[in-house]
């Protein structure tokens, strides 16, 4: 939701139709900051947009671009530019992708730190401290 302040180990999944994004208030505290504009980007909302604005805001370093299974090329922009500025990716296998099209687009556009299946993936995401 917008203005939700965003916690250590939390999962935030952006709601249909509105971009999803980041914003540090007066306070320090960052939030989600959601935006119903269609934008530059195809999709809404769009993965690219809120990998971006996380490279806006956070130090790359401490962030992990994941990017699961879906259509089209939405995500690869933004899974190329956090791998680029220093953070891990990890893009789900062919193998457990249901369809293989945005991590697809992600590896073959160098932007993968690690391709793993699905599982693989959780496991390393829930191992993180």
Do not use: C, W
């Not at 139709?17 to 809404?44: A, T």
């Not at 500025?85 to 296998?93: I, K």
Request: glycine share 12%; aromatic share 8%.
């Amino acid at each position: 939701a917008h203005n939700m302040e965003l916690l250590p180990r939390n999962i935030y999944i952006a709601r249909g139709g509105v971009h999803m994004g980041f914003s540090k208030k007066v306070s320090g505290k960052i939030v989600i900051r959601e935006n119903k504009e269609k934008g530059e980007h195809f999709f809404q909302p769009s993965v690219d947009e809120m990998f971006l604005s996380a490279l806006e805001l956070f130090e790359p370093s401490n962030l992990i671009g994941v990017l699961l299974t879906g259509i089209g090329d939405d995500g690869a922009e933004g899974m190329v530019k956090l791998k680029q500025a220093g953070a891990y990716t990890l893009g789900e296998s062919e193998k457990t992708a249901v369809v293989y099209g945005m991590p697809k687009e992600a590896y073959e556009r160098g932007g993968v730190s690690e391709q793993l299946d699905f599982m693989q993936i959780l496991k390393k995401i829930t191992a993180l401290k």
